[in-house]
């Protein structure tokens, strides 16, 4: 199915697109909200700034997909595929990743702020001068994630794996660390420099 069949049918007042075959769709300032793309594969995508909030991308395949700058509220990206994928600027809000492999994902300023990662795997992930708030990363694996004046602000990494992950250079505040402890202020309280283990 190309672009214009789904934006056809969409129009038309079709929704439910799970299981679709959309590698490589371009899409440009489109209205998809609410659009049901269970286990659809998006591979090498490039949505442009569609419109996706409420989408429903459980299990969607997103490989090397190119979701730059959209703003994704309110979707549902439980156990989907995003490795390789560029989320460049994207904004990310009150949102479902529970299980989502994001493994080398560049996340360059990204805004993410009240959403699930529980379980999520971010090994590698590139997190230069992106913004976490109220973001859980329960049980996640965030090992090699490369962070530079990155925000991280109320987070929970409580059994999450940070396996080379440096810390300096970040603004960190409210923190719950892989082992329950809670800072306020992780550098004041010794974990400057932290590299996953103090």
């Excluded at 129009?11 to 697109?17: H, I, L, S």
């Excluded at 989408?55 to 730059?68: F, H, I």
């Excluded at 309110?74 to 989907?80: G, R, T």
């Excluded at 994902?105 to 971010?122: G, H, K, N, P």
């Amino acid at each position: 199915m190309n672009g214009e069949e789904l934006l056809r049918r969409y129009k038309a007042g079709e929704r439910d697109f799970s299981g679709a075959e959309l590698i490589g769709i371009r899409l440009g300032y489109d209205n998809l909200e609410n659009i049901n793309l269970t286990r659809a594969n998006l591979s090498g995508a490039r949505l442009g700034h569609a419109n996706l909030c409420g989408a429903n991308l459980t299990e969607a395949n997103l490989r090397n997909a190119d979701l730059s700058e959209l703003h994704l509220g309110n979707v549902n990206l439980e156990a989907a595929d995003l490795r390789g994928a560029a989320l460049v600027c994207v904004r990310i809000y009150c949102s479902n990743l529970k299980r989502a492999s994001l493994d080398g994902v560049d996340l360059y300023e990204a805004a993410i702020a009240d959403s699930d990662f529980d379980r999520a795997t971010l090994a590698r992930a590139k997190l230069h001068m992106a913004h976490f708030l109220r973001v859980t990363l329960r049980n996640a694996v965030l090992d090699g994630a490369i962070m530079y004046e990155t925000g991280l602000d109320d987070l929970d990494f409580s059994g999450a794996s940070l396996k080379n992950v440096d810390f300096c250079g970040n603004i960190m505040q409210n923190i719950t660390m892989p082992d329950g402890r809670f800072f306020s202020d992780p550098f004041a309280a010794g974990l400057k420099g932290w590299h996953g283990e103090d």
